[in-house]
């Protein structure tokens, strides 16, 4: 058994809860938009209304709401495929 082996003996497991975690935390960021916001991406209309995909007409806060997920959205979803990565390469080492 070398000194790595040594280290990481019994890590892998909580490593892996932790990347799995983060893995469904975005994915669960990323189907709560896709529900709530079917109609994305919202636009400037005539009349100072937002409008959707369909035409249908949105408020500033409907508009603000879809805006703030989809920051959160640009922020973590990197930190999700990062996660994906080590987590694959996890497994791939155990197997």
Known sequence: MNIRERVFAGRHIKLQGLLFAIVA???TVFIYGFLKYPDAPYR?????????KTGRRY????YREWKSWEKFLFVCWPFGLLA???FSKLRKRRD
């Open 44 to 52: 400037l209309c005539d009349g100072g209304d937002y409008c959707g």
């Open 84 to 86: 994906s990565y080590f």
């Open 25 to 27: 935390f975005c994915l």
């Open 59 to 62: 408020t500033d806060v409907k």
